[in-house]
């Protein structure tokens, strides 16, 4: 893959104010998970937008148009990939390590941290037990899961005192939608991913974030 065929995305910033769970979403610009591939017969349109809070961290929406959307798990880290799921993988620091946000439409949340699919440590074992709210939603047509991503919680995970967000800064990662165990199974990515086999794991293939 060259360089010209990963994605790049801009963070739009959102003055200190705005709570969470008050972000106008038409206003975030949508990066679309439109590269299916591996398998065929299930591509449903699916979007993600992150948007940063000044003083606090992220906040996430992703929507896919799925009607009845597979979801049996509920509780943290259970392999919610095999239900119909929405993904955000990240390499915050450029250190190599990524943190892996997995979701289903019940806002439950498998998230690990490590540099590759074998070397992972649930975020929770780093963070006192807190892990990124989520919520997750069913609605007609399509369904949506909203995350929280403080950066005082982020600092914790990553194991570092403060990190320098703000306009220009750059990160990398990837949005994926998955089905491992539905009824067709599938696999969607915003930034193509060049393996011969389905393998979300594979940070070289990460798009770019940049902070406007």
């Not at 009845?68 to 250190?95: H, I, M, Q």
């Not at 929280?148 to 570092?160: D, E, H, S």
């Not at 220009?168 to 990515?189: A, L, Q, V």
């Amino acid at each position: 893959l060259t360089d010209m065929e990963k994605r790049s995305y801009r963070v739009i910033t959102l003055p200190a104010s705005t709570a969470p769970a008050d972000v106008d979403w038409n206003a975030i610009p949508a990066a679309s998970i439109d590269n299916y591939f591996w398998l065929e017969g299930h591509t449903p349109a699916t979007t993600a937008k992150l948007a940063y809070i000044e003083g606090f961290g992220f906040a996430l929406r992703m929507t896919c148009e799925e009607t009845a959307p597979k979801a049996v798990y509920r509780r943290y880290n259970e392999p919610v990939y095999t239900d119909s799921c929405l993904e955000f993988f990240c390499d915050w620091l450029g250190d190599g390590r990524y943190i892996n946000m997995e979701m289903n439409a019940n806002g439950t949340l498998l998230s690990c941290i490590g540099p590759d699919r074998h070397a992972r440590t649930p975020i929770a074992d780093l963070s006192d037990g807190e892990i990124f709210p989520v919520q997750g939603e069913v609605c007609d047509g399509y369904w949506t899961v909203t995350a929280a991503i403080p950066t005082a919680l982020l600092c914790k995970i990553l194991g570092v005192d403060t990190i320098p967000f703000g306009k220009g800064y750059t990160f990398r990662g990837n949005f994926y939608k998955c089905g491992d165990e539905t009824p067709i199974p599938h696999y969607g990515m915003w930034s193509p991913v060049g393996t011969e086999k389905p393998d979300f794991h594979r940070p070289e293939y990460f798009g770019d974030f940049i902070m406007d």
